[in-house]
């Protein structure tokens, strides 16, 4: 047993230190490495995490951690072709494919009569956006951590994109991130890099299917209606704020940039604060 701080300014409790692991398998029979960090005593909400691109549900340790010590049940898995998950290496066949597993994973983490939150970080925050605004059963809650509504790249990249998608779709190419860009912590980006779980790589048609899921998620933010925390560093050279901001506008969410903080805003020294903002926000609506 560990002694967890209740980030949402409680008395620290003791609960379990360790996530359990497991397996799950998606719709079309794909395997599926799920994470759960439970609560410290009786839950009084449950979280879906989905993590960005190239990386896995193990980096979201501290986050679950702390999470599961202020009372939420918390749950993630790597997607498809990430992590110990099943499938091709950052490839997916359509973005559909995500939305399946997310609504599978959902379904299976809902509990009678507790709230259920779903929190997505970058391109996992954009795959959560678009499950949000389908006519797909929905989450009580919504967080997006640095969604990717536009995207910092070329033109003739995202002209390009499609082209290649068809002709060479499991093509990889090198995600353009430094270490740098994740946190202002040089440890986060050493040990991102030395993760043999991470691939900072990604395959032409994932990238394609990106960019189309960034412009349906623009077009479609009139169908949001589920309420939504959107945070995002003013930092972040890997999705800069610009990508967030047509979420500001949008009735049911509230949009916080927050200050001195880079894309992993979750992976900075102030992680267990921007975590115990989250949760704060939560107790205030269920």
């Known amino acids: 047993m560990a002694a967890v701080t209740d980030p949402a300014g409680g008395p620290e409790t003791d609960v379990v230190a360790a996530p359990q692991p497991s397996k799950g ?5 794909t395997t599926l490495h799920l994470r759960q960090w439970p609560s410290a005593g009786k839950p009084w909400a449950s979280v879906l995490i989905v993590h960005g691109i190239g990386e896995h549900s193990g980096r979201y340790e501290r986050t679950g951690r702390l999470m599961s010590g202020a009372g939420l049940d918390v749950h993630a898995f790597d997607l498809r072709g990430h992590g110990l998950s099943g499938g091709r290496r950052v490839f997916v066949r359509r973005w559909d494919d995500f ?11 809902r509990r009678p ?25 929905q989450p009580d809650l919504l967080v997006l951590s640095a969604p990717p509504l536009k995207a910092a790249v070329p033109a003739w990249q995202r002209a390009l994109a499609p082209i290649l998608s068809r002709v060479a779709p499991t093509v990889v190419l090198a995600n353009p991130i430094a270490g740098d860009q994740l946190a202002s912590d040089p440890a986060v980006g050493v ?4 993760d043999p779980l991470v691939q900072p790589r990604s395959t032409t048609r994932l990238g394609a299917e990106l960019f189309a899921a960034m412009k349906r998620g623009r077009a479609g933010l009139d169908c949001l209606s589920v309420p939504t925390l959107v945070t ?9 704020t610009a990508g967030s901001e047509p979420l500001a506008a949008v009735p049911c969410v509230e949009r916080r940039v927050l200050r001195g903080l880079r894309h992993e805003t979750l992976n900075e020294p102030q992680g267990p604060e921007v975590v115990a903002g989250i949760v704060q926000w939560i107790r205030g609506h269920v």
Do not use: K, Q
Request: proline letters at 7%; one cysteine or more; charged letters at 15%.
């Open 191 to 194: 040990a991102y890099f030395a």
């Open 99 to 109: 939305l399946d597993d997310l609504e599978a994973r959902l379904a299976a983490t």
């Open 232 to 240: 995002h560093g003013a930092d972040d050279t890997l999705v800069p």
């Open 25 to 29: 398998v998606a719709p079309d029979g």
């Open 113 to 137: 009569g507790l709230p259920l939150v779903l929190f997505g970080h970058s391109m996992g925050a954009l795959i959560a956006l678009n499950y949000a605004c389908s006519e797909r059963p």
